[in-house]
């Protein structure tokens, strides 16, 4: 299954060499009915029409790849593979060919890990599922961006990356998980500060369909005035400020801007955007 499910099992002193070793841990035949979905699941969209071509190739060759599941009493909770499960319950097929972990010492916190490990290593998820399964990690398991890449064997940058997009606008973020908008898109709208502004614009491109192109056009002016803020009155750009900002925006899932005002004093703004938005803050901070 990849360096995504090592990188947990070998912690946990786990032989992650049987999993995929027919011989050492062969593929067992399970009843569909017994296989429970794992209620930790990260991925909460599936393409229809990806789903009926993975039955369709399944009907036609078989299961190529068997799913991964974990005993459970008498049932089995799913590991990884739903969008297989899916497809074979599509095909009414009473069983499925799947690798079995009896590890009755991992937690459900163990599962969630497991599970959005393995959805970044093989799923085809998108820009917005990618970047909340980081945040999930993150904060989740209290994993450094560090510590994530190297779990999932990407680089640090492309993690950090990922995980600004968390400072989208809610709208932005639905947006671009239901495919209407690209990742180039939304990288273009953080060049923009101001979230009325990012939200007039992020409409244009979905009503006028305005490519990525164009928008990075259109959102220069926002980036030089960005530079010049920073640099104003000598303003020094302060790397360990910035770091606690993505911390805190991370946290509270908002936007957060830390203003040093001298040597020692600052101010920490953190926004919200409706009341339960304000809610859901004073329950973080309560945490």
Not at 90 to 111: H, Q, V, W
């Amino acid at each position: 299954l990849g360096k995504g499910l090592s990188a947990i099992f070998t912690d946990r002193n786990a032989d992650m060499n049987a999993a995929d070793d027919p011989v050492k841990n062969p593929v067992n035949e399970i009843y569909v009915n017994k296989i429970k979905v794992n209620p930790l699941q990260p991925r909460e969209d599936f393409d229809e029409a990806k789903l009926k071509e993975l039955a369709d190739s399944i009907k036609q060759n078989g299961l190529i790849q068997p799913i991964t599941v974990r005993k459970s009493g008498e049932d089995y909770i799913l590991i990884s593979g739903e969008r297989r499960l899916r497809a074979i319950k599509s095909l009414g097929l009473e069983k499925a060919a799947a690798y079995i972990f009896d590890r009755p010492a991992d937690t459900n916190e163990n599962l969630l890990e497991l599970a959005l490990i393995e959805n970044i290593q093989r799923e085809d998820l998108n820009a917005m599922e990618l970047s909340d399964s980081y945040k999930r990690l993150s904060m989740d398991f209290s994993l450094t961006q560090e510590q994530i890449s190297d779990k999932v064997s990407k680089q640090r940058s492309t993690v950090a990356n990922s995980l600004r997009l968390q400072n989208l606008p809610v709208e932005i973020k639905v947006s671009l998980r239901k495919n209407e908008i690209t990742e180039g898109h939304a990288r273009m709208l953080l060049r923009i500060d101001n979230l009325e502004d990012q939200l007039v614009l992020w409409k244009r491109i979905v009503n006028e369909n305005i490519t990525v192109k164009n928008l990075e056009e259109l959102t220069k002016p926002a980036l030089k005035k960005k530079r010049a803020r920073k640099m104003k009155l000598g303003e020094i750009y302060d790397p360990h400020l910035q770091s606690i900002e993505d911390i805190l925006r991370n946290f509270f899932g908002t936007k957060v801007k830390i203003t040093r005002k001298s040597k020692f004093t600052g101010e920490i703004i953190i926004e919200y955007f409706s009341n339960d938005d304000l809610e859901r803050i004073m329950d973080k901070c309560d945490q």
